[in-house]
C-alpha cells in the first residue's frame, strides 16, 4: 500500500512538472495540458533512438549524418581485453611515445570494429602501417620527390598538356572517390580506408606505367608533365586524406 500511495505521488508529481506520466516518454505527455513538454519530449526521444540504433546495423540511415553516433563492437588486445589495472594493452599515455598519431589513427580506422569485434596486435599494426602508410602513399611520394629533386631541382617543371594517360587515371581515381564519398557519408569507416587505399595505389600505378625516370632520357619535358600530374595528385591526396592521415600528409602539402 505505501509502495502504491509513493508510485501515485510520483506520477502526479511528474504531471504538474512536465505534463507526462514518465518523462522523457513522449507518449505518456498529455498536449493539451498548457505546460506539457510533450515537444522537448519528442526531441530527446528522437535523440535516444538515433543513439540506440546507431549500431543496429548497416541498412540504418538518420537523415542527417552530424546527428549520428557511431556505433563500435569491441577492440581487443593481443586476444584479450584491455585491462589498465593487469598493465594489458597501450594506452594513450604511451601510444604518442611510441609512434606518431597518424599510425594510430589509420590502424584504428582502417581496422574500426564496426560490424564485429577487432583484435589489436602488434604484428597487424607493423603490417598494416608498412604496407599502407610507407609502401602505398609513402612509396608514391617517395620515388616523386626524389626523381623531382635529382633530375628538376626544387622548383616544380612546367608541365605539358595532359595525354590519354592522365586522363584514363583521373576518370579511375573519380570513380574511386565516389566510392570513398559514399562510404564517408555513411560512416563506413572500414570502407572508406579501403576506398582511400585504392586512390593511393592508383597514383603508385600512374608512376609504374609512365617511368618518368626513363622518359627523362630521351624526352624531358613529357617527364616534367608525369611529374607535376604527380605532384598534382599528391595535392589532392593530402586533401581527401586529412581525415585519416592529418599531420604527415600536411608537412607533404607544404
Known amino acids: 500500500y505505501l509502495f502504491g500511495c509513493l508510485g501515485f505521488f510520483l506520477i502526479l508529481v511528474n504531471i504538474f512538472n512536465s505534463g ?12 493539451n495540458l498548457e505546460w506539457s513538454l510533450i515537444n522537448e519530449a519528442k526531441s530527446s526521444n528522437d535523440w535516444f533512438e538515433q543513439w540506440a540504433k ?39 599515455n604511451q601510444a604518442l611515445d611510441l609512434f606518431p598519431s597518424d599510425y594510430w589513427r589509420w590502424w584504428l580506422l582502417a581496422n574500426a570494429p564496426e560490424t ?12 598494416c602501417i608498412n604496407k599502407d602508410l610507407a609502401d602505398v602513399l609513402g612509396n608514391f611520394v617517395s620515388r616523386l620527390t626524389k626523381f623531382t629533386l635529382s633530375k628538376f631541382g626544387k622548383a616544380l617543371p612546367e608541365g605539358m598538356q595532359y595525354t590519354q594517360e ?17 562510404a564517408m557519408t555513411k ?47 599528391m595535392l589532392f591526396y593530402s586533401e581527401i586524406s586529412e581525415p585519416v592521415s592529418y599531420t604527415h600528409l600536411r608537412a607533404h602539402e607544404t
Open 116 to 127: 564485429s569485434d577487432s583484435d589489436f596486435t602488434w604484428k597487424s599494426f607493423q603490417s
Open 54 to 92: 546507431a549500431g543496429a546495423g548497416p541498412n540504418y540511415r538518420v537523415d542527417n549524418p552530424e546527428n549520428y553516433i557511431k556505433g563500435f563492437n569491441w577492440l581487443t588486445y593481443e586476444g584479450g581485453k584491455f585491462s589498465t589495472s593487469q598493465k594489458r594493452g597501450v594506452f594513450m
Open 187 to 233: 560512416i563506413e569507416i572500414r570502407k572508406a580506408t579501403s576506398h582511400l587505399r585504392k586512390i593511393w595505389s592508383i597514383g603508385n600505378e600512374y608512376l609504374q606505367r609512365t617511368q618518368p625516370w626513363m622518359v627523362f632520357k630521351t624526352d624531358e619535358a613529357r617527364a616534367a608533365k608525369i611529374v607535376r600530374f604527380g605532384f598534382n595528385l
Open 20 to 31: 507526462c506520466i514518465i518523462y522523457p516518454v513522449s507518449v505518456s505527455c498529455f498536449p
Open 166 to 182: 592522365e586522363f584514363d587515371t583521373i576518370s579511375e581515381i573519380a570513380k574511386t572517390f565516389k566510392n570513398y564519398d559514399d
